[in-house]
């Protein structure tokens, strides 16, 4: 399996966004992470980005989240890291809106295969920071627990 993707990653003869990259934007969507389906643009300059998504998990709350990402090395596959922060509004249709912020730290790679193209992994290591719960009488304490949310995503440089 190994040796098919380290062929696959030969076989597109592709510059990528690296270290001599310079500025500019991709657009994208993603699966998973902060929501089932999400929108995505990411303005870097270099290694450096900072992510913008907005997604839903069900069409009844919607999720916002930005994230600074450092990307490392200049090949078509980067390992990258990143934190940021993650808001959550759900709108039940008898309760009050619920919300909740949320520390983000995503890990992963992203695979750019061809031209102005990238796919992508990532692990979202996720902390509740506050949340206003949708029952009122609900008080339980916030769970202190890294929650790992994986997620994948497609990009394009236009």
Request: net charge neutral; no cysteine; hydrophobic share 50%.
């Amino acid at each position: 399996m190994v040796a098919l993707l380290a062929l696959a990653v030969h076989a597109f003869p592709v510059t990528a966004q690296g270290s001599n990259a310079g500025d500019g934007v991709r657009l994208g969507v993603s699966v998973g992470g902060i929501s089932t389906v999400g929108v995505v643009v990411e303005l870097f300059r270099d290694t450096h980005a900072v992510e913008l998504a907005l997604g839903t998990w069900s069409l009844r709350e919607l999720s916002l989240s930005a994230v600074y990402k450092e990307y490392f090395f200049g090949s078509r596959v980067r390992p990258f890291v990143g934190a940021g922060l993650w808001a959550v509004a759900a709108f039940p249709p008898s309760e009050r809106t619920g919300l909740a912020l949320v520390l983000r730290a995503p890990v992963g790679v992203d695979w750019s295969f061809v031209d102005d193209h990238a796919i992508g992994a990532a692990l979202n290591l996720n902390r509740a920071l506050g949340v206003r719960r949708t029952d009122p009488d609900d008080d339980l304490p916030l769970n202190k627990r890294l929650v790992p949310l994986p997620e994948i995503y497609y990009r394009l440089t236009p």
